[in-house]
């Protein structure tokens, strides 16, 4: 399946904004994948998926500018 590299930004964006509003939960817990884990947990793995959607918009961009060249 191709998605459009805008799609990956807006993944990522909203990824982040999740983590930012996680910093102000204040619950020492938070279900993920129907298990209660720790909060940091938590938090890292929605960073971590940020991230990774930000990293697949940069290379996709960079890909597409090596192929107009």
């Known amino acids: ?3 459009s590299k805008n799609f990956y930004l807006v993944i990522g964006v909203l990824f982040t904004i999740d983590f930012f509003y996680s910093l102000f939960d204040t619950r020492h817990s938070h279900e993920l994948f ?8 938590y938090r890292g ?3 971590l ?3 990774v959607f930000i ?13 107009l060249i």
């Open 45 to 47: 793995y929605r960073l």
């Open 34 to 41: 129907f298990w209660d884990v720790d909060l940091w947990v």
């Open 1 to 3: 399946m191709k998605f």
């Open 49 to 51: 998926i940020a991230l």
């Open 55 to 67: 990293k697949l918009y940069f290379d996709k961009k960079k890909n597409e500018k090596n192929q």
